[in-house]
């Protein structure tokens, strides 16, 4: 199995900070990789798919990169409504595992 | 508008059986692959079962294979997860979970969840 690392765990930021989280795969992933938003009571929202594609309807301001064993999450300007869990997850192989996620809260 | 409605969830003993369904639509069910994904409170996300368009190809985490039995019905639109001996460690938020294509390729759309407790 794949396994996740991501990281931080938590972090505290502003409304309007920029805000990054780091995943990374135990072997090479290419570029099979997702991000969510989790929140309380909400079904998780898919913000990225294939690492660095943009989900319908996602705003800009997030984004993804990277490829390999190495992925980064971006928020450029952190807004109000971001406050939550943010996990990353590949899809390389069965089974699909996920990072142990990242809580964003307000500082 | 794609939605997916999770129910059956409950307390059980350890041991005893639960069934989970998963309403859907908004969608043409059968053209697509589908999930079970599970969250134990305040903790990560566990992939626990995925099943192609067609039933042809179902695959389960070293977790819960034969314990648990994922199944769908294209006529009815649903998706189930058959949950025999049940441990206290399977105790988690069950969330459905669409695919993106007819076999398993990655999660797309997610449910609410239903929570499962498993206790004695």
């Known amino acids: 199995d794949i396994q996740m690392t991501q990281s931080p765990s938590s972090l505290s930021a502003s409304v309007g900070e920029r805000v990054t989280i780091t995943c990374q795969a135990s072997q090479d992933s290419h570029n099979y990789l997702n991000w969510y938003q989790l929140k309380p009571g909400k079904a998780p929202k898919l913000l990225i798919y294939d690492a660095s594609k943009l989900e319908t309807g996602v705003p800009s301001r997030f984004s993804g990169s990277g490829s390999g064993t190495d992925f980064t999450f971006t928020i450029s300007s952190l807004q109000p409504e971001d406050f939550a869990s943010y996990f990353c997850q590949q899809y390389e192989s069965l089974p699909f595992t996920f990072g142990p996620g990242t809580k964003v809260d307000i500082k | 508008e794609v939605q997916l409605v999770e129910s059956g969830g409950g307390w059980a003993q350890p041991g005893r059986s639960l069934r989970l369904s998963c309403a859907a639509s908004?969608?043409?069910?059968?053209?697509?692959?589908m999930h079970w994904v599970r969250q134990v409170p305040g903790q990560g996300l566990e992939w626990v079962s995925g099943i192609s368009w067609n039933s042809g190809s179902t695959v389960y985490a070293d977790s819960v294979k034969g314990r648990f039995t994922i199944s769908r019905d294209n006529a009815k639109n649903s998706l189930y997860l058959q949950m025999n001996s049940l441990r206290t460690e399977d105790t988690a938020l069950y969330y459905c979970?669409?695919?993106?294509?007819?076999?398993?390729?990655?999660?797309?759309?997610w449910g609410r969840g239903t929570l499962v407790s498993v206790s004695s």
């Open positions: 908004g969608f043409t069910f059968d053209d697509f692959a």
């Open positions: 979970v669409k695919d993106i294509g007819l076999e398993l390729r990655y999660l797309d759309f």
